[in-house]
């Protein structure tokens, strides 16, 4: 209690008394003041009660002890409101993170949030610079284009008028993946979000500059908002540092399959759906908590993501998990059940085998199994799966006008000859796409056959990482000599004399792989044509189809054509002495003791292909 700081107003005889704490004597009168805690001010929407009472002490006192009563209730509703805040954020987080984890609430607006939020938005520009430098085709940047002019217009609108709606869901999604969610009144978080905005629109100006060929490095940031990592307790927060979380032992699993070179195509699907299930469960969570239930519900959600799902993630700078909660941009299509089988379960599969194995006696659960774990989206097996071009499409194809032309003008030689390969080799795009004409070409001595050899371990063109999809896919390809007799040797020779490392340079390497552009090619000149064919399960939509066509032709013979293709079949079909082709059943292991077949002998199969085709020669370049 304090001393009474005047009389003036109070009535004879208590001028001695003092006055209750939240209650205070102003020049104007008696106020009725009381701070209101921090994490409550967001909620109640100010920093402190703060109420005239009047100039008459008996009147002050007893509109006090009123305006007391309400502050008290005002706070404690507040209480509980945050409370519930907290409980639903642990509820709706907890399907991915352990029990022990929950967001963080933002109970405050701070000018050192604004600025951390505005570095954690303008970040992204980082990614933009990484994106240009590995090269932007027409599709992307034209999409890129839209989008920036269709959100500047936006963005103008929300702050010209005030129109949070614009940025708030980005701002709640920004904050969740870092481990945060708001708790404010309406107000302050109109505030905020009005705050965000222009950081939003600083960014999308830098996106225009750049669309327009200008240099706009990524803006000086002041801060950046960190990640929150929630723990109880220092003790606890050190147990979980000492731990073997999921994201060491992904980490690991991943780092030795590479080292022992299993194969890099399916290293690649480790990648993506080891990375996925980190993600869902938390990198950081203890081995010893991984549950079957975390299994079950990782295949449940998987299988609702579409087709190229990582690239619509970077794409709108979203994590898979937000993804998944997002119906407009998830669509209906889900993923192939090819894709969940040999793709996510396989891969899952074999982690969880070499986990139990190797981190056993450190916690990790020896029962988790992905047996019995089906797919059960909508899509068909094979529906994707492409059938054999028909004569009547191959005339279309190369003997057409439109092929014509290309063998007629000299700088589109890599158009030519991508699709004559295609027919007579069967080989999948990128394999052909990442020869290098200075060692993967070769000429066999004792029978001078010409041939192609499709490997990683050789030197690459400077922008191309080499793969192969498995051991039988590294193989010896022979020329059909009617590749030869186009004048493939003729072509070959410029490319090796040019000091090229890429058998179509025409094509520009994208993201580290060779086939990108000749991939989207083909599938446009189809297009072109007329070809294109969207039959669920007889597809006739890209360069695949010339596998199907090889070997649907070999079939048509009986002639098995595997070895040239790349497929481990596990059967064969060889000539008897009369020319007749008969069926023998190999096993994997003799396979692997037989090792590949000689060219001589491919080339022998190969010779049978005869398409009844006028192929027309390309013209040779002036000298």
């Known amino acids: 209690m304090v001393q009474i700081a005047g009389t003036k107003g109070v009535p004879e005889g208590l001028e001695n008394l003092t006055l209750p704490p939240t209650l205070k004597k102003s020049p104007s009168g008696y106020l009725f003041r009381k701070v209101i805690p921090v994490p409550l001010r967001g909620i109640i929407g100010k920093t402190e009660f703060k109420i005239p009472c009047g100039k008459n002490y008996a009147d002050a006192l007893v509109r006090y002890h009123i305006e007391s009563l309400k502050a008290h209730q005002t706070i404690e509703a507040a209480k509980a409101q945050l409370q519930e805040r907290v409980e639903s954020v642990s509820v709706a987080a907890g399907r991915y993170f352990y029990p022990e984890t929950y967001l963080k609430p933002i109970t405050s607006v701070t000018p050192e949030l604004v600025e951390q939020l505005r570095g954690l938005w303008l970040t992204g520009l980082d990614y933009d610079l990484d994106k240009r430098a590995q090269g932007l085709d027409d599709q992307d940047f034209d999409m890129l284009d839209q989008n920036i002019a269709k959100m500047q217009v936006a963005l103008g609108c929300g702050l010209a008028r005030g129109q949070i709606e614009v940025v708030l869901p980005s701002l709640h999604q920004l904050l969740h993946l870092k481990g945060y969610v708001l708790a404010l009144s309406e107000k302050e978080e109109r505030r905020l979000a009005y705050d965000f905005l222009s950081a939003v629109i600083e960014g999308y100006e830098v996106l225009k500059k750049r669309q327009s060929g200008l240099l706009a490095p990524t803006p000086t940031l002041n801060a950046v908002l960190s990640e929150y990592v929630p723990c109880r307790t220092l003790a606890e927060e050190e147990k979980v540092d000492e731990a073997i979380t999921i994201g060491k032992v992904i980490k690991e699993y991943l780092d030795d399959y590479e080292k022992k070179q299993l194969g890099s195509s399916m290293l690649k699907k480790h990648r993506v759906a080891l990375n996925l299930l980190g993600e869902m469960v938390g990198m950081k969570l203890p081995v010893s908590q991984l549950k079957q239930i975390h299994i079950n519900r990782y295949f449940d959600d998987i299988q609702r993501l579409p087709p190229r799902w990582p690239d619509l993630c970077r794409r709108h700078k979203i994590s898979a998990l937000a993804l998944l909660k997002n119906d407009a941009l998830l669509g209906s299509i889900g993923m192939s059940p090819k894709t969940f089988i040999d793709g996510y379960r396989a891969s899952i599969s074999s982690f969880l085998r070499t986990a139990k194995r190797n981190y056993q006696d450190q916690g990790f659960p020896t029962t988790l199994t992905t047996e019995g774990i089906i797919y059960t989206g909508s899509r068909e097996e094979g529906e994707n799966a492409q059938r054999h071009i028909r ?134 000149f189809i297009t072109k044509l007329g070809l294109r064919d969207e039959t669920p399960g007889a597809r006739l939509v890209g360069y695949h189809a010339f596998r199907s066509t090889i070997l649907h032709e070999g079939q048509e013979l009986e002639v098995d054509l595997t070895p040239i293709t790349g497929h481990a079949g596990a059967t064969i079909v060889d000539m008897a002495e009369d020319g007749q082709g008969v069926k023998k059943e190999v096993n994997k292991t003799v396979r692997n003791y037989q090792g590949e077949m000689s060219v001589v002998r491919k080339m022998t199969r190969l010779r049978r292909l005869n398409f009844p085709l006028d192929f027309i020669k390309p013209s040779k370049p002036d000298r």
């Open 391 to 524: 004569i009547d499409e191959l005339k279309q194809l190369f003997e057409g006008p439109e092929m014509r032309e290309i063998a007629q003008d000299v700088t589109r030689t890599h158009q030519y000859w991508l699709p004559h390969i295609g027919l007579f080799c069967g080989a999948r795009i990128n394999e052909v796409c990442q020869i290098n004409p200075q060692v993967d070409i070769h000429r066999d001595e004792p029978s001078g056959i010409w041939y192609m050899r499709v490997t990683d371990d050789t030197p690459a063109n400077i922008d191309v990482t080499k793969s192969t999809k498995n051991k039988v896919s590294k193989r010896n390809i022979p020329f059909h000599p009617k590749l030869i007799e186009l004048g493939l040797l003729d072509y070959l020779d410029a490319l090796r004399n040019s000091g090229e490392t890429l058998l179509f340079p025409g094509f520009q390497p994208k993201n580290g792989r060779a086939s990108p552009h000749a991939e989207k090619w083909f599938r446009g």
